[in-house]
């Protein structure tokens, strides 16, 4: 039941990836909701669950739109270790501020990585556009809703998941 | 370090997984996969889209009201000189029928056969614009046909085709470009899509004014010629340069679309050989 909830709810992301967000851009950019809906998966469900959820989210995500699945893969593959190599790091940071820092850092590589695909493919080398065009306005809107998750979880009365594997394994 | 070396393995098979898509993906295998998806998820796509494109037209449009009016008042105007100008052009149409009649020349019209597709999607960054239409291989949509607008403009050409679906790559993505020439001044060049989904006539040599039509040429064998592509909005660069800069205006709105026009009767060169568009 748990795993044909998760199928469903991957498809959806993927499908208001790729059918919604570019309905509501901020100066060209648009939301990464896959890259939301991974962090939210970790912060609910744990790591374990977002290990599965984020290939899945990967290829749907190439496949429904003209993305590269590989490419996707590439991109949302970071997010989890950064989360728990941040988690890891000897600052007194709270949870939250935590939490922005892997949306941005994991945001812009996924963000840089597909700018510069399109460049190597025969577009335009133009990194102010990448810089004031993509990655910042995306972030931005990155940040709103990775904040909004982490208002909703909090309400909810959902204590955030850690990052860090216990040990090393596959199904949760 | 301990922590992250939990999760070396998994990398690992995230890395092997996308290459083995990426190697998919150039050999065709992926393709039917993808095809399968795509028609499982376009009733999610359409309903979704459905329920938050009003939204999404209602937020645009509020923001540009008074972008709109002054557009809504040239186009008024607009429209008036292009109703005189479409009166002429018929009379000299009907002249040239009968001329041509009494002459016994036969002429291959520009027409085509046209196929209508409904815009599911579209992916806009500032260096990618593509379409996603409900009509693919099944339909008789191949790689390379040109995607006109249902006014009859240059949209862009299709890229990847599905058994259901079809992905269009829009003139303006920065990996477009068109061989063109002015329809005044016949000066040939290359329409090529540049960052933040502007539009350029690229190593146009001669004589550019603003106003210009610039049209598809047939030098390429990609494009039928004469197809409608955009007004020329800026020209800078003087005689001592060695090509003009010049800046075009899309003649349809392009965010706007939501039927295009799949020209089925012209297959490109680059397809009958083989190739890649």
Known sequence: MMYAVGLISVVLIASLQVSVAPLFPISGAEADLGLIAILG???????????????????AIGMAGSRSPGLMLVAYA??????????????????FPRLVFVAVFAGMWGRVLLGIAA?????????RALLFQVLLPGLAFDL??????????????IRPRRFTLQRAGWLP | MVILSRYTWWLGAMAALAFLTTFAGQFGILGPVQGIYLRATEPVENGLGAVFRPIAGLLSNAGDINSLRNENRELRLENEALQNDLVALTREAERAKELEAALNITTAGTEGTRLA?????????????????DR??????????????????????????FSDRSFVRLITDSRSRVVAE???????????????????????????VVGNMVVTSALSGRFPAGLPIAKVSSVSGGPQDLHLSVMLEPLVRLSGARTVLVLTSFVPETSLAGATP
């Open chain 1, 41 to 59: 998966t970790a912060i609910i469900a744990g790591p374990r669950a977002a290990m599965l959820v984020t290939p899945a989210l990967a290829l």
């Open chain 1, 78 to 95: 970071a997010i989890l270790p950064l989360a728990a190599f941040v988690e890891d790091l000897p600052y007194p940071l709270g949870r």
């Open chain 1, 119 to 127: 460049m190597a493919s025969g577009g335009d080398f133009a990194v």
């Open chain 1, 144 to 157: 709103v809703l990775i904040a909004a998750v982490f208002a909703a979880t909090q309400a909810a009365g």
């Open chain 2, 117 to 133: 597709a409904n815009v599911v999607h579209r992916e806009s960054t500032p260096f990618t614009d593509v379409l996603s239409i």
């Open chain 2, 136 to 161: 693919g291989s099944s339909d008789g949509i191949q790689a390379g046909m040109v995607v006109l607008s249902a006014q009859g403009s240059l949209l862009g050409s299709v890229t990847d085709v």
């Open chain 2, 182 to 208: 002015t329809l005044e001044t016949h000066v040939e060049g290359v329409v090529k899509g540049a960052a933040n989904r502007k539009l350029e006539l690229d190593l146009a040599q001669g004589e550019v």
